[in-house]
């Protein structure tokens, strides 16, 4: 499977961004999707991740409230819903992929390439 990350963007605090992963080469409903981020300098934030039949594993206290997952398998793509923005949430996003039958967790073996989210205060 491939991923492909997209809709980030600039907003300001406050606002709200929807991004997108779809996967190609394979069937979605294989895997679980696992979100993560990287801002300058820092280490990698896990996000969450959504399970095969959509239930979502928060890995970070600080979205918990404010983003959300969902996934058309239809569609071959997860959604990472982004409420009420922070400054301190700007960074790259990343989605990757781990084979359902493993469950969440927060080892994957395929990742996408990012897409940028910059919050402006």
């Known amino acids: 499977v491939q991923l492909q990350a997209s809709g980030g963007g600039l907003v300001q605090a406050g606002g709200s961004l929807r991004l997108s992963c779809v996967a190609s080469?394979?069937?979605?409903?294989?895997?679980?999707i696992g979100w993560f981020r990287q801002a300058p300098g820092k280490e990698r934030d896990d996000v969450l991740c959504i399970g095969r039949r959509g239930g979502s594993t928060y890995y970070s206290d600080s979205v918990k409230g404010r983003f959300t997952s969902s996934r058309d398998n239809a569609k071959n793509t997860v959604y990472l819903q982004m409420n009420n923005l922070k400054p301190e949430d700007t960074a790259v996003y990343y989605c990757a992929a781990r084979p359902a039958g493993w469950g969440c967790g927060l080892q994957y073996d395929t990742w996408g390439q990012g897409t940028q989210v910059t919050v402006s205060s």
């Open positions: 080469g394979s069937t979605l409903d294989y895997y679980a």
